[in-house]
Each structure stands twice: as structure tokens, then as C-alpha cells.
């Protein structure tokens, strides 16, 4: 009894000592007995080792969490690194990004120049067939040539029957007027083609005399050589050139091509020979600052001359600082479209170069759309001098200078055709000739003479063609 008492009283001792670390717990067993049981909290032990464990499944356990530490590390290492190399790479692609993005910004910018290179080629396709089909929806209504007068054999230059008919002309008698639109003339759109009737003129067979230098009378034409075909509708007529007194940094040999056709003439071809035209190999190509009406223009002294479009103002173009160095209008001039030649193309002023110097070809309403003659100042365009002819503008196919003389072409059609007029500047008078003259490719819309060369050089249906000629003794 003793001991039960002592054993009870050390039980209570200790639960009030330690009474966050032990409990008591009365229950029912299973076989319907009560039951007392205290739970005690070890005071050395973490926790008690299940019955599988021992030393060796310790070791391991302690063995494995060292191995998953150091794998923890390794990868830990490799991500920096990673990280290191990608900020190189990274860099790497945003320089080549960058570089591909500047090659992409300059292709788009070359798409779009080539898209506006394709719109103007397009534009420029679009009224070159509107032209062709404004040109085949006119019908050539075919005349029966009027009778040729025969010509008395006292005819004396600047008189007589002969001259009558070919001054004699119907229409507007009015006045020349200052300003640049003539009241009696009013404008048509497109281009004036084929007005004028083609008289054929038997052309005899001539043989040309020995080659004579110095100033006599043209007595003979050659046959036309042919250089280059135009590669499309632009070239079907045209004006090519060359400088008789070329300056720097283009010699005589420098050919000069514009091609007529279009709204917007502006650009002039330069080939270095022939040779180089015939093979159709420019070696400069000039934009001109106004644009150029028809056929007239003409190289002299480094400059070109031209007609502006839709105006009397006549251009000096200088070649060698590429910009308009002379403007001037002429006085009381016809132009685009009221004194052409007969093949049309608006050639109402004609520039033409000889030994005398520079001249244009044209006409007035005063002058009743007889051709007038003006020798012009090659620097400043001023007008020199003037002579009145007897031969109506419209009536002849083309014109040049030679020697100070105006030669007349009659047909620009007939294959066999004839220079069938001239006027001696330095005498003014005027006379009938018959010199043979072929228009080989039936359309012959330029003529001029070539002072350097002795040659005529023409514009013929698309062919761009020679001719060399010979002149009589001087009387």
C-alpha cells in the first residue's frame, strides 16, 4: 500500500511538471474492460525507427540528399551560363535583325520607284495606242492630183503663172497680230496628220555631176542610205542631228536623236558614232527642260534649237552646262498647226543650219502662208534678216537650207518624188527646179541639210536615213 501511494503521488509530481509533454487517455478495450494508458514525449529522440530501418538505409538516405544537393548546383551553374551565352547570341540576332530589317526598308523603297517606273510606262503605253487608234480611225481620202501648169519657156524667177498657182491660197487674209494666239487660227487637238494633197511629180534620171566644193546649186541627190529602224510607235517620226561645229565634250561625230511622237517630248539621245546609232547603244541621254514640238529641231555650234511646245518661242539648249541658255519668240510666227508642211505633225517652224549659219522656216498670217525665211543669231535667237517667199508652207513636204538657198521636197509619199523649188537668199528670188528625190519608206516627216558632211539626213516611216548630194558650179 505503501508503494501505491508513493507511485501515485511521483505520477502526479510529474504531470504538473510536465504537462505540455505527457497526457492521460481512459478508453473502453476491446474486450469491455477500461483502460488507462499516459503518452510521454521522449526527451532525446526526434523520433522512433520504424522496424525496417537500420545503419546501411540511414547511410544511403544521407548519401542521396548529398547527390541531389550537388545536382541542385551543377544545374544551377548551367543556367547561368546558359544565360551568359544567350545575351551574346541574343545580341547577335538583334544586329542581323536590324540588318535585315535595313535591306528590307531599301527593297521596299526600289518596289516603289519600279511601281512608278511601270505606272509612267503604262500612262505612256496608253497614249501611244490612243494615238494609233485615232491614226487608224482616219481614213486617207485619196484626191486626183490637180493639174500641173506647164511653165513658159519665158519664165523669169519671181513671176509668171507658175508662181501664181503655187501662192495662190484660199482662207483667212487677216492681218499678222503681236500676240502669241492669232485670232484667225484656232487650235485642234491630237496630232494634224495628212492634210495636204500629194501631187506626184515624174522624177527624171539624173546622173550626178563630179563632186564640186563650194556654194552652187543642188543638181543631185543619192539614193538614200539607211542607218537604224525605231524599235516602237515613238520613232515613227523624228528629228536626228549632227553638229557641224561641235564643241566640248562632244566632237562632229556625235549623233542626236528625238523621237517625235508623244504629248511630253523631252528626251535626247546621244551615240558617240553611226555606228553606235545602228546598233542602238546611246552613250547619254539628256531630260530636256520644256518640251520639244515636232520635227524642227536642229545641232549647231553645242546647242540644240527647238521649238517649245505649243508656242513661237524658240530654245537654245546648251549642251555642255545642260540647261536653256537663249529663249526668244518669233515675231508673229504660225505654229502648232496653222502652217505645217503637208505631212502635218505640227511643223510650222523649222530650224535648219547651212554654211551661212543658222535660219528658221515658217510662216505668217501677213505673209498668206507663204514660207518666210528668217537667219537667226545663234546666241541670243535674234532675228537677222527676212525674205518672203512665193510657195505656200502646206503645200510642200519639207524644206532645208543649202548655201543660203531654200529647197522644197514635193512629196513626202511618193517613192519618186522631186526638190521642186528654190529661193536664193542673196538674189530673193525664186524658181521652179526638178531635182529627183526618193522617199523609200513612203513617210518622210524631217529633212536637213548637214553642212559638215554634204549630206541630207532624214526621219522616213521609222528609218533614219542619209542622203549625199552634189552641187552645180557657182554662177
Avoid at 507511485?7 to 509530481?13: A, I, Y
Avoid at 505540455?20 to 478495450?29: E, G, L
Avoid at 501664181?164 to 502669241?180: A, K, M
Avoid at 536642229?298 to 521649238?307: A, I, V
Wanted: proline share 6%; with cysteine.
Amino acid at each position: 500500500m505503501r508503494f501505491l501511494a508513493v507511485l501515485c503521488v511521483s505520477c502526479l509530481l510529474m504531470g504538473t511538471q510536465a504537462q505540455s509533454s505527457a497526457s492521460f487517455r481512459r478508453a473502453n478495450a476491446g474486450n469491455g474492460r477500461c483502460q488507462y494508458s499516459f503518452t510521454v514525449d521522449s526527451p532525446t529522440e526526434a523520433s522512433c525507427p520504424s522496424p525496417g530501418s537500420s545503419p546501411e538505409m540511414e547511410a544511403l538516405k544521407s548519401r542521396l540528399g548529398l547527390l541531389e544537393a550537388l545536382v541542385a548546383r551543377l544545374v544551377g551553374g548551367e543556367a547561368v551560363s546558359e544565360s551568359s551565352a544567350g545575351s551574346g547570341s541574343q545580341s547577335g540576332l538583334q544586329d542581323a535583325y536590324n540588318q535585315v530589317m535595313g535591306e528590307k526598308a531599301q527593297i521596299q523603297r526600289e518596289k516603289q520607284r519600279l511601281e512608278r517606273q511601270v505606272q509612267d510606262l503604262q500612262q505612256r503605253m496608253e497614249e501611244l495606242r490612243q494615238e494609233a487608234e485615232r491614226l487608224r480611225s482616219r481614213p486617207c481620202t485619196q484626191k486626183p492630183p490637180p493639174r500641173v501648169p506647164e511653165i513658159d519657156s519665158s519664165f523669169k524667177p519671181g513671176s509668171g503663172p507658175a508662181l501664181s498657182q503655187l501662192v495662190s491660197r484660199p482662207g483667212n487674209t487677216q492681218g499678222d497680230t503681236s500676240s502669241l494666239r492669232d485670232p484667225a487660227w484656232h487650235s485642234s487637238s491630237g496630232y494634224q496628220e495628212l492634210t495636204a494633197v500629194v501631187t506626184e511629180v515624174s522624177a527624171p534620171n539624173l546622173e550626178g555631176p563630179a563632186d564640186i566644193s563650194g556654194c552652187g546649186d543642188l543638181v543631185w541627190v543619192e539614193q538614200p542610205e539607211m542607218h537604224r529602224k525605231a524599235d516602237s510607235i515613238a520613232g515613227k517620226y523624228g528629228v536626228w542631228m549632227q553638229d557641224p561645229e561641235a564643241k566640248e565634250p562632244y566632237g562632229p561625230e556625235m549623233v542626236w536623236r528625238i523621237d517625235a511622237v508623244g504629248s511630253e517630248v523631252r528626251q535626247l539621245f546621244g551615240y558617240e558614232n553611226m555606228d553606235q546609232l545602228s546598233r542602238g547603244f546611246p552613250t547619254k541621254v539628256l531630260l530636256l527642260p520644256e518640251s520639244v514640238e515636232s520635227t524642227g529641231a536642229t545641232m549647231y555650234r553645242g546647242s540644240l534649237y527647238y521649238q517649245r511646245r505649243l508656242s513661237r518661242t524658240l530654245l537654245r539648249y546648251d549642251l555642255l552646262s545642260e540647261s536653256i541658255a537663249a529663249r526668244r519668240d518669233l515675231p508673229h510666227s504660225g505654229f502648232h498647226g496653222q502652217f505645217p508642211y503637208s505631212w502635218g505633225g505640227y511643223t510650222d517652224i523649222d530650224l535648219a543650219i547651212d554654211e551661212n549659219g543658222l535660219w528658221a522656216i515658217y510662216s505668217t498670217n501677213k505673209a498668206k502662208g507663204a514660207i518666210v525665211l528668217s537667219q537667226l543669231d545663234p546666241n541670243n535667237l535674234e532675228v537677222k534678216g527676212t525674205w518672203e517667199t512665193k510657195i505656200r508652207k502646206t503645200s510642200v513636204a519639207n524644206a532645208f537650207m543649202i548655201c543660203g538657198k531654200l529647197y522644197t521636197v514635193a512629196s513626202y509619199t511618193s517613192p519618186n518624188t522631186t526638190i521642186n523649188y528654190m529661193y536664193d537668199t542673196a538674189t530673193s528670188q525664186g524658181k521652179t527646179i526638178s531635182v529627183p528625190f526618193k522617199n523609200r519608206y513612203r513617210y518622210n516627216s524631217m529633212v536637213d541639210y548637214n553642212p559638215g558632211q554634204r549630206k541630207l539626213q532624214a526621219w522616213d516611216n521609222y528609218y533614219i536615213v542619209s542622203y549625199k548630194v552634189r552641187l552645180g558650179k557657182q554662177q
